[in-house]
Nanobody
């Protein structure tokens, strides 16, 4: 099964940008739909973005649409989340996840999760 490791989190000022990466191990990466989720203190984990197995289709939550971009490179077994125009409400632990479906926005369809990377946006 695929193993996931996120990187790229950190502290950034409001209005700034960060790029998260998720490296996957295993030979079957391209058979998984992939997603990014986030969880702020005291809140439930929420959907951020998803991408289909081929990368042809992407989905975003309303709160990040137009600011975040998800992409994947099946040759390198990686996905990325480019985050622009960050604001303090984006502060959370960000998780990369894999689903056996072509794509999904609900956490219950994801079968593998990374350990998470902290993103903190200061005002």
């Amino acid at each position: 099964q695929v193993q996931l490791v996120e990187s790229g989190g950190g502290l950034v000022q409001a209005g700034g940008s960060l790029r998260l990466s998720c490296a996957a191990s295993g030979r079957t990466f391209s058979s998984y739909g992939m997603g990014w989720f986030r969880q702020a203190p005291g809140k439930e984990r929420e959907f951020v973005a998803a991408i289909s197995r081929s990368g042809d289709n992407t989905y975003y939550s309303d709160s990040v649409k137009g600011r975040f971009t998800i992409s994947r490179d099946n040759a390198k077994n990686t996905i990325q989340l480019q985050m622009n125009s960050l604001n303090p409400e984006d502060t959370a632990v960000y998780y990369c996840a894999a689903t056996t479906l072509n794509s999904a926005v609900n956490t219950r369809f994801y079968v593998r999760w990374g350990q998470g990377t902290q993103v903190t946006v200061s005002s």
